[in-house]
């Protein structure tokens, strides 16, 4: 290869980041859900190079193909490869890709045909290395090559970039095929195999792990649960965590598979422990495995190196190379996390009226007078939707096949989305008036649900149909332990997090017990509700709230513990007529 970059070139990085970077030396681009990949053309010869640096190009022929096809003979592409299917952007066609038989791949290649979008430009067409220029040049000669040679060519597209951080935060909302934002520094060279110039912001808390070993279910000879790993900064692999969301009718195949990967000692760092009087033998025992599979897993914490509870398998990452795995993917983990939600995607009203809203309380702001003390920030904590309910049975039923039942039980759905299904028009309302007045402190959400069996749990956590039919299985009854623990729990936690100014408003009836005495004991006179709540049925509550939302107007709150719970039912709200 004559190129000036070849193919042991290590591709740019992302530091693991937990809220978008600001500053006009930044530049964010939306987050791919494909295969980073590294495109090389040297007249005839095509190269398609993965991360970890395995040639990619026998999976995906007609993406070797169209490249060829291009008039310019040079040039050395930075992107990612997806693969569009019905509208969306499909990894398990990608996963399926990566299979040894060449008439499998071509199949599969005219079934579903790839799209590498493309994002740096690190040799351009005359084979001049652009490297050292900084991003900011390297992407006008990007937009500049795509404009001569990509047009009319199916299988590329350029990726969008925006120096506008609303901007940026939109795309961060858009779609399943995202899997988040990248920012990346304008002024800096291409920063090969470091982290120093790029951070990405996941829509979830993900991290890529090694299977270091696994444990069989205590009564069957079939994995129960896959035991995860990290690298340390010696280089040994810790035992880290576990995973045991593994799909029943894929236990079997993965059993042999592991099996056959069996190899001590799997961790050589911290390993798994061993019995305990809690366990049984059989419990606790593991068997190592070779260190050469990668999984992806979602997770909520990273305490004491090692994730605080059981992870959720996402899928697995045959491009990712094992020593990829470190422990720098979590080590900001405990970062505040940011909230990013300055858009109601569950709601047009709310997205589109956030002038009027920013009027409004300028207005407002103006109008208070001198001796009100102004409140800095509002929190909103949101009442559940009937998870034992008619649409609620519908969703988790295992005989669903519409597109929201599906998604819940192959991925899980966010627990926004799921109630806002459950509970329609009502939680919608209560969703998009939350995500139009939420003025919540650095590093504390806007937004929480109150969820049974869970405590407060943010509108945007993806929840799973195991975990929906754990919290179908709860009571939303103060009376019940397992209901109102969670939640006082939490609670506490906000209040310590929120400070003393910070309001805690109540979307949700305070005509019964279920939410107003465990709240009402850690909040006291800080938690509020609306007081034209009062008299009020749920659509009535719900068509309030939008009105609110639309004309840019908050509502009135007043504290709870001094409010009237019953009062007479108001006159109905006046129709709106839309010309």
């Known amino acids: 290869m004559t190129l000036p970059v070849n193919k042991k070139y290590a591709p740019m990085e992302a530091l693991p980041a937990t809220e978008l970077p600001e500053g006009t030396e930044w530049q964010y681009e939306p987050k791919w859900d494909g295969f980073r990949c590294l495109a090389f053309r040297d007249v005839e010869q095509i190269d398609l190079q993965s991360k970890s640096g395995k040639p990619l190009a026998r999976y995906f022929p007609e993406l070797a193909a169209s490249l060829r096809a291009l008039k310019a003979k040079k040039f050395v592409l930075d992107g990612e490869i997806v693969i569009p299917v ?41 084979g001049k290395s652009l490297v050292k220029l900084p991003l900011k040049k390297r992407r006008q000669q990007l937009e500049r090559f795509a404009k001569l040679f990509f047009d009319k060519n199916a ?29 990346k520094r304008k ?19 993900t991290a890529d792990c ?10 069957k000879p079939l994995v129960g649960s896959l035991l995860l790993g990290l690298y340390n900064d010696e280089g040994l692999l810790d035992h880290v965590g576990f995973s045991s969301s593994i799909q029943a009718d894929e236990r079997l195949a993965l059993t042999k598979k592991l099996e056959k990967m069996i190899k001590p000692p799997g961790f050589t760092g911290k390993a798994p422990g061993g019995l305990s009087r809690w366990s049984t033998k059989h419990s606790m025992e593991w068997q190592p495995l070779d260190p050469k599979l990668v999984a992806e897993v979602q997770f909520d914490h990273f305490t004491g190196g090692r994730f605080r509870h059981g992870t959720k398998f996402l899928r697995w990452r045959p491009e990712k190379a094992p020593r990829d795995c ?30 009027r809203v920013q009027r409004a309380k300028s207005n407002d702001r103006q109008a208070r007078p001198a001796s009100q003390p102004r409140v800095a920030h509002r929190i909103f904590l949101l009442s559940p939707a009937n998870a034992g309910g008619v649409r609620a049975k519908m969703i988790m039923s295992e005989n ?42 650095a590093g504390v959400p ?59 408003v109540l979307l949700g009836s305070i005509a019964t017990a279920k939410y107003v005495e465990p709240l009402l004991g850690i909040f006291d006179e800080r938690l509020l509700f609306p007081s034209a709540f009062v008299g009020r049925g749920d659509m009535s509550r719900g068509g309030l709230m939008l009105r609110s939302v639309r004309e840019g107007a908050e509502l009135g709150y007043e504290p709870v513990g001094s409010a009237i719970r019953h009062g007479p039912r108001p006159p109905k709200l006046p129709k709106i007529r839309y010309t």
């Open 187 to 205: 002024d800096l060279p291409y920063q090969t195999g470091e982290r120093t110039g790029m951070q990405k912001i996941k829509k979830q808390r």
């Open 155 to 183: 299988a590329l597209s350029l990726s969008p970039v925006t120096d506008d951080l609303s901007i940026a935060r939109k795309w961060f909302h858009m779609g399943v095929g995202l899997d988040g934002i990248v920012a």
């Open 210 to 219: 090694v299977v270091g070993g696994f444990r069989y279910l205590e009564k």
């Open 86 to 126: 019905d509208g969306d952007l499909s990894f398990d066609e990608l996963l399926m890709r990566i299979h040894p038989a060449a008439s499998r791949v071509l199949k599969l290649s005219q079934e579903h045909p790839s799209v590498f979008i493309v994002f740096d430009l690190l040799v351009d067409e005359k």
């Open 400 to 441: 669903a096949r519409f597109i929201l039942a599906r998604r819940l039980r192959n991925d899980g759905l966010p627990l926004g989305e799921l109630f806002s299904f459950i509970s329609g028009l009502y939680f919608r309302s209560k969703l998009a008036y939350a995500r139009a007045f939420a003025s919540p402190p």
């Open 446 to 504: 806007g937004i929480l649900v109150i969820t049974a069996g869970r405590g407060l749990v943010s509108p945007d956590a993806l929840m799973t149909h195991d975990e929906m039919l754990e919290i179908a299985d709860v009571p939303v009854d103060a009376a019940d332990s397992r209901y109102r623990e969670p939640l006082e729990r939490d609670a506490q936690e906000l209040l310590r997090k929120a400070g003393k100014r910070c309001e805690i």
């Open 326 to 355: 470190t422990m720098k993917q979590v080590k900001r983990e405990n970062k505040s996390a940011m909230n990013l939600l300055s858009f109601c995607l569950v709601d047009y009203l709310a997205m589109t009226q956030t002038k």
